[in-house]
């Protein structure tokens, strides 16, 4: 168990909707870490927060947001879904830059169906 | 960005024998390679890492090799098991960089290992 929690486990849904996936870090972390799997892609990195602020952006679409609230806790927001979106979706958490060589720990996904 | 290409794709070993997996690198200033063990169904699970001021790392039957002048890296598991089975992702980042922990990671390799 890598202490990070994520849910939830299963969401299906139709194309237009909009969802939330919630992200509980590590005991401690501060950064938390949004990544897309898909077969196609891969391991892609959308989105990185540090204690409550944006860090870094990577290939996240504009239907996509995330926030990190001041518990620490994240969520990852997809709207006007469409099927490519199908995917699952991983946060991770580290220590944060206090942390040189920061290790990241995943939780164990949403699996996201647009149906 | 750092583009990191990992071979083979998927390798078959027969029970107590070597697997090894290997990762290129494109960035130099990459510094920080980890590696992660996915399991059906659940996240990525960091198994070793290495640091570029590191030739080695050797952790029971796993160990890892960097050859920082070529940008590449390696996964070496001695005597595999069949609970070793699983898809390995590695992974290269700039620690203490602007990237702040980001990992980028390569498309994976399916180990399958044989009773």
């Known amino acids: 168990d890598s202490g990070v929690t994520q849910t939830p486990k299963h969401l299906i849904t139709a194309t237009g909707q909009r969802v939330t996936l919630r992200c509980s870090p590590r005991?401690?972390?501060?950064?938390v870490y949004w990544y897309q799997q898909s077969l196609d892609q891969g391991l892609q990195f959308l989105i990185q927060?540090?204690?409550?602020?944006?860090?870094a952006k990577g290939n996240i679409l504009e239907r996509f947001s995330a926030q990190q609230f001041p518990d620490l806790h994240s969520e990852l927001n997809l709207s006007s879904l469409e099927l490519g979106d199908s995917a699952l979706y991983f946060c991770a958490s580290s220590a944060g830059p206090r942390e040189y060589y920061e290790k990241l720990f995943f939780g164990s996904g949403t699996q996201l169906s647009v149906l | 960005g750092e583009n990191v290409e990992q071979h083979p794709s998927t390798l078959s070993v027969q029970e107590g024998d070597s697997a090894v997996i290997k990762c290129t690198y494109s960035d130099s200033a990459s510094n920080y390679f980890p590696w992660y063990k996915q399991e059906l169904g659940k996240g990525p699970q960091l198994i070793i890492d290495?640091?570029?001021?590191?030739g080695e790392k050797k952790d029971q039957r796993i160990a890892v090799t960097l050859n920082k002048t070529a940008k590449h890296f390696s996964l070496h598991i001695t005597e595999t098991q069949p609970e070793d089975s699983a898809v390995y992702f590695c992974a290269a980042s700039k620690a203490g960089g602007s990237t702040l922990g980001r990992l980028y990671f390569g498309r994976g390799t399916q180990l399958t290992v044989w009773p």
């Open positions: 927060y540090y204690n409550g602020e944006e860090r």
């Open positions: 005991s401690g972390d501060l950064s």
């Open positions: 290495i640091r570029s001021n590191v």
